[in-house]
């Protein structure tokens, strides 16, 4: 009788900040029980109970599963550390790489092949990727906008693109634009009707009933793309020592399907 594959152990590291971050780490957990041969060893996140009711909703999840879970809140160390707020365009603060460090730390003691961050809204220094080898989700295409999904959609909106996906990549210093591992595409629906006027601004932007059938496309593919990714490290497709950008779009839209 041949033994089971050895799972895929990884860390998954949020923020857990809304119900995507949630519904995807649910997600996870459901696919493994279905046989995804994927061992969450330990999940951290940089918020702490008490700081966000959605944050402890998930923190109720992960423990009912009793997985292994490590918090800091980034903003309890920044204040404590006298650290600024990053700023978009500029060097990331001293205090950044020393909460990367103390990240590390908690995390150290758990066994991991690889750390998934999904969700994670803190950008990573040197002292946390060169540490362990990290993958991140990303909203666009390889060649796609970088940022938050908010600003993800807004550029492919006023942009007029005719597609989109979703990709992971290394995480590296190249923000978004690591060595790419997997990635999946997606039509952006036609709407002559959407007039995005010269400098609009993103509230005008995210009112589009567009915006809304971009972001709902692509949080329903998350879901598969990330469980045949981490299928695909499992089963050697894929190498993050040899990156090769593997499409997935097939296996992610015949995830969708109804059963018949």
């Known amino acids: 009788m041949t033994p089971p594959p050895e799972p895929l152990r990884i860390a998954w590291l949020t923020t857990g900040r809304g119900p995507g971050s949630y519904g995807a ?3 996870l957990c459901t696919a493994i029980d279905n046989g995804l041969p994927v061992e969450i060893t330990v999940v951290f996140l940089n918020r702490e109970r008490g700081e966000s009711e959605l944050t402890d909703q998930l923190l109720d999840l992960i423990e009912s599963r009793g997985i292994p879970v490590e918090t800091i809140s980034s903003v309890r160390f920044r204040k404590e550390h006298g650290g600024q707020r990053s700023r978009t365009g500029e060097p990331l603060p001293l205090w950044r790489r020393a909460f990367d460090e103390a990240a590390v730390e908690s995390l150290a003691p758990h066994s991991f092949d690889l750390a998934v ?3 994670y809204m803190l950008i990573t220094t040197e002292a946390m990727y060169d540490r362990f080898p990290i993958i991140n989700d990303h909203p666009a295409l390889p060649d796609g906008p970088t940022g938050t999904y908010q600003a993800v959609i ?3 909106i006023t942009s007029g693109a005719s597609e989109t996906g979703c990709m992971y990549h290394i995480v590296t210093g190249d923000l978004d634009r690591g060595p790419v591992l997997s990635y999946c595409r997606f039509p952006i629906p036609s709407d002559t009707s959407v007039h ?5 601004s993103r509230t005008t932007i995210e009112a589009l009933p567009l915006y809304d059938e971009i972001r709902t496309r692509g949080v329903v593919r998350e879901k598969p793309f990330l469980a045949e990714t981490l299928r695909a490290l499992q089963d050697g497709r894929l190498a993050l020592t040899a990156p090769s950008a593997l499409d997935l779009t097939t296996k992610v ?3 969708l399907l109804p059963d018949v």
Request: proline residues 12%; charged residues 25%; without cysteine.
């Open 196 to 200: 995005v006027p010269p400098g609009a």
């Open 117 to 119: 961050m999904f969700g």
């Open 25 to 27: 780490f649910e997600a």
């Open 253 to 255: 839209e015949e995830a």
């Open 154 to 156: 807004a550029e492919l």
